[in-house]
């Protein structure tokens, strides 16, 4: 089951998130979404999410905003720190409304609760072909003159730094994204992109070959003028070989 997590306070996201790995080990966990934007943004790239669990309360508004673009079908779990927007989740395939702190036990019910609803509909469409999935293809940029459409044949790497995630360019140059690298992730293709650690995602074009050093980790070298150094654990190393041979 793939879960979407709506929620702009870190804290609370790992402690919800330990709490879904406890109840459903094989659950798939995408976020955090920390703002109303972040939420549109996804909403037009993500596909296949079995379940919401949603903040309302996040930096930039209500995710109330963000999620009436989500699919009907897929059921939501609210939280908030009051009940005050209890009657509008009504709007939406609301199966429970849970105050801060989370409590496990309720979450575990209405984890269970999807999984019912989510369940018929996977046995009814077993048959049924899984169409494609639709990967992001651009992003756009603020710039102080207007927006930038970038082009992914245009991507040197996106890394993250300072709590900050930028993309940079074949050109030098360098924008901020307003999104964390594990968002980002999900959203490309897994064949041209790769999460290579907790810093960067390369796209394959860029990679220019592998070096192993005496301490068992591999060097990936990108292609340009002083590219970064790029590390990859021992645990990776298999996972980084065999994508660069596909």
Request: charged share 25%; net charge neutral.
């Amino acid at each position: 089951m793939k879960i979407l997590v709506f929620e702009d306070e870190i804290h609370h996201y790992h402690i919800l998130r330990t709490m879904l790995e406890k109840i459903d080990p094989t659950g798939y966990v995408v976020g955090p979404i920390s703002s109303v934007k972040q939420g549109l943004d996804v909403m037009h790239y993500l596909h296949h999410v079995d379940l919401i669990i949603a903040d309302i309360q996040l930096n930039d508004g209500l995710s109330f905003d963000a999620l009436k673009y989500a699919p009907d079908d897929v059921p939501i779990i609210f939280t908030s720190s009051s009940s005050d927007h209890a009657f509008r989740a009504f709007d939406f395939l609301s199966l429970s409304y849970l105050l801060k702190p989370v409590d496990e036990y309720r979450l575990r019910i209405a984890i269970e609760k999807a999984k019912r609803l989510i369940h018929p509909c996977e046995q009814n469409n077993t048959d049924t072909p899984v169409p494609d999935v639709v990967y992001r293809e651009r992003f756009v940029v603020k710039t102080a003159k207007g927006d930038k459409v970038i082009l992914f044949h245009n991507v040197w790497y996106i890394v993250s730094e300072q709590k900050t995630t930028y993309i940079r360019l074949l050109d030098g140059t360098s924008f901020p994204i307003d999104m964390p690298l594990d968002t980002i992730a999900h959203q490309l293709d897994p064949r041209k992109f790769k999460h290579v650690n907790r810093k960067y995602i390369v796209p394959i074009e860029q990679v220019s070959g592998t070096e192993r050093l005496s301490n068992g980790r591999l060097r990936l070298c990108l292609s340009g003028e002083n590219p970064p150094e790029i590390f990859i654990s021992r645990t990776r190393r298999n996972e980084i070989v065999a994508w660069l041979g596909k």
